[in-house]
């Protein structure tokens, strides 16, 4: 077996991919869309996260501590949104969903959380903004495999 060209191959589509779903994500129309490329979006979001995000996800993103724990309510405590964390493990639509209408579509009936909904309290643009400031805080590997999730899920 020659594995070496397979492997070249392999790691060749790999970087293939990734690359075309950054494109991909750059490419996306600018409304409903969250670019960390975009100085000014991201500079919105950064003002946005602190006046509605930072409470409970961090100042520098790192979420609350022991995050990975259920508090004596119950209820688990605020996750990182910096590449520690899984927020880099959902899709932009996902994302976007969850800030606007909160988790309720994605957990059981009767799920306790603390995470709010924003719909009656930011604008769309305003949470894809937010959105942008969380991504341009993540490695470029992690937002290359990010964008590839999010090109999957808008298949
Ligand atoms: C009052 C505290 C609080 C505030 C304020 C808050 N969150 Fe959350 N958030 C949470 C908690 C707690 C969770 C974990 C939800 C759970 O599993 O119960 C969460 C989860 C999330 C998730 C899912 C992350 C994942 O990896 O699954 C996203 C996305 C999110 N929050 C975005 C935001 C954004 C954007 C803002 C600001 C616009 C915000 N949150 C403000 C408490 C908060």
Do not use: N
């Amino acid at each position: 077996m020659r594995t070496k060209p397979v492997l070249a191959l392999l790691l060749a589509v790999a970087v293939l991919t990734g690359g075309a779903a950054v494109l991909y994500d750059r490419l996306r129309p600018a409304a409903g869309r969250a670019d960390p490329a975009d100085a000014r979006q991201v500079a919105l979001g950064r003002s946005i996260y602190a006046a509605h995000c930072a409470s409970c996800h961090g100042e520098r993103l790192q979420g609350q501590p022991d995050w990975q724990q259920r508090k004596p309510d119950g209820k688990l405590p605020a996750p990182p949104h910096d590449a520690s964390g899984h927020t880099w493990h959902h899709a932009d639509r996902q994302l976007f969903e969850i800030t606007k209408h909160g988790l309720a579509p994605y957990v059981p009936p009767g799920y306790r959380t603390d995470m709010p909904a924003y719909e009656a309290v930011l604008s769309d643009a305003e949470i894809w903004a937010v959105l942008a400031f969380i991504k341009s805080s993540w490695p470029p590997e992690i937002r290359a495999r990010q964008a590839a999730v999010s090109a999957r899920a808008a298949r």
